[in-house]
Nanobody, 126 residues
Framework: QVQLVESGGGLVQAGGSLSLSCAVT????????LGWFRQAPGKEREFVAA???????????VYADSVKGRFTISRDNGKNTVYLQMNSLKPEDTAVYLCAADRDAIKLRRGACDFWGQGTQVTVSS
């Protein structure tokens, strides 16, 4: 059973930066695609970024258009951890950020993940 624990959320002013971490336990993260989603109050959960893995192409990264160029996802399989570096934050980035994992990269991108973290709050003030 995979468990995901996020950390690093908080309050930041617009234009600032935050770094989120997600520790993966229970299984090695090597063969999992890992991603970040977010959910703002009253809105549906949306995809943010993913570090996908498959045996043919290895690790690839993909981003939502709304965060491309500002957010960077990375992973350290030795530490079983995935990170999300968020720069140039905007008030509209305010949400609960959730870490997700799945062996199937397509399922991950669609948000139909087998494993989810509890989430960490990110608040960006204007």
């Amino acid at each position: 059973q995979v468990q995901l624990v996020e950390s690093g959320g908080g309050l930041v002013q617009a234009g600032g930066s935050l770094s989120l971490s997600c520790a993966v336990t229970g299984r090695s993260s090597v063969s999992y695609s890992l991603g970040w989603f977010r959910q703002a109050p009253g809105k549906e959960r949306e995809f943010v970024a993913a570090s996908t893995w498959n045996m043919w192409s290895g690790v690839r990264t993909v981003y939502a258009d709304s965060v491309k160029g500002r957010f960077t996802i990375s992973r350290d399989n030795g530490k079983n951890t995935v990170y999300l570096q968020m720069n140039s934050l905007k008030p509209e980035d305010t949400a609960v950020y959730l870490c997700a994992a799945d062996r199937d990269a397509i399922k991950l991108r669609r948000g139909a993940c087998d494993f989810w973290g509890q989430g960490t709050q990110v608040t960006v003030s204007s």
